[in-house]
């Protein structure tokens, strides 16, 4: 991370080399990744549907099983009196990180996540899995992503409650994730659905890329988290072959970018860490949107390290989840 991470808890000191160590090991000299050893070091969780954990019921829900497109439902059921069952909470599409080729839905750390995300925000919560490369590269972690929304769209969902309003609907995801959650509102902008109305966009430390390299990846290059030769693999591994870095879904302002300035496109919050390598890469996604005339609210933590929101106990933690909340109820009431 750098020397300013002296007073991460040891939980933080100590993940940061696991997850160096991890991604190394489990890449193989011909690009693949070996899953049977990536499965032993990614613990999985399983759903609790018929007894609240922290006040959240879980369900997974299978879309496809040709493709084990699958996503696990995050239901808040506390209600403090009666009347509540009459107010509509947000849902949020949730898009996990994990550079598109590793982590899943039903990984431990993005299982705690979405407890989180569901009690807190609340919301109820769908945390989407998708495939994964180099197995599947672009375009199937979009194609996934968005047929999960329309499946929500158009289906008649058992587990999702009647205090569940569609029309209020976001796009949520950290790092690949964040940039899948951009791709899914642009995309969404392009179709008319019956029930689901997306009305914004939240992007957690979003994984965007280019050729150049910037001063944050020059200064923070040795980062555990997303160092360069990490990320540049993850990149070559999910890419078409033969593309190069800026290809449009990743360098989505870059040379090869499409115009989104004529796209009825919904707000964006963007959560960005001082010690995160891919921050000028944010900054300039930001940038972006406002010169295509989007609304844009930057969020940064100067203390915070990319993956920030994946250690509850961190104090970023508990100001991303207000700085969340103020910006749903802000898009909701609007």
């Known amino acids: 991370m750098s020397q300013q991470s002296a007073n991460l808890p040891w939980k933080v000191k100590l993940f940061g080399p696991v997850i160096s160590f991890g991604l190394k090991v489990i890449r193989r000299s011909d690009g693949s990744v070996n899953r049977r050893l990536l499965n032993l070091l990614d613990r999985k969780t399983s759903p609790s549907p018929n007894k609240p954990i922290k006040c959240v019921i879980t369900t997974d829900v299978a879309v496809d099983e040709t493709r084990n497109l699958w996503f696990r439902l995050y239901t808040p059921v506390s209600r403090t009196s ?3 069952d009459d107010i509509a909470i947000p849902i949020v599409f949730y898009f996990h990180g994990g550079g598109f080729t590793y982590m899943a839905a039903n990984s431990k750390p993005y299982d705690d ?6 009690r807190l925000l609340p919301a109820v919560i769908v945390s989407v899995n998708y495939r994964l490369a180099p197995e599947h590269r672009y375009p199937c972690q979009y194609d996934d992503c968005f047929d999960v929304i329309k499946f929500i769209d158009k289906a008649e969902l058992e587990g999702l409650p009647s205090y569940a309003n569609l029309k209020h609907s976001f796009v949520a995801g950290d790092s690949a ?3 899948l959650a951009h791709h899914m509102a642009l995309k969404a902008s392009e179709c008319e659905f019956s029930n689901i109305k997306i009305i914004g966009v939240i992007a957690l430390q979003p994984f ?3 050729e150049e390299r910037t001063g944050s990846e020059i200064k ?3 980062d555990p988290f997303v160092s360069m030769d990490h990320t540049d693999w993850m990149w070559k591994s999910f890419l078409p072959e033969g593309s190069n870095r800026d290809h449009k879904v990743s360098n989505v302002f870059g040379p090869n970018s499409v115009d989104i300035s004529e796209v009825k496109f919904p707000a964006v919050i963007v959560m960005i860490g001082g010690l995160d390598p891919l921050q000028d ?7 972006g949107l ?3 005339g989007k609304e844009v609210h930057l969020v940064e933590y100067e203390k915070a390290f990319h993956s920030f929101y994946l250690f509850l106990e961190m104090p ?6 207000e700085e969340v909340k103020e910006f749903m109820q802000k898009q909701i009431s609007t």
Do not use: M, P, V
């Not at 996540?113 to 569901?118: D, G, M």
């Not at 970023?316 to 989840?321: A, V």
């Open 82 to 84: 009666t009347s509540d």
């Open 113 to 118: 996540l979405c407890y989180s995300l569901a």
């Open 177 to 179: 994730g964040g940039n």
């Open 208 to 210: 965007f890329g280019g």
């Open 220 to 222: 923070l290059s040795r």
């Open 281 to 287: 890469w944010q900054k300039r996604y930001c940038e």
């Open 290 to 292: 406002k010169k295509c």
């Open 316 to 321: 970023e933690f508990s100001l991303f989840i």
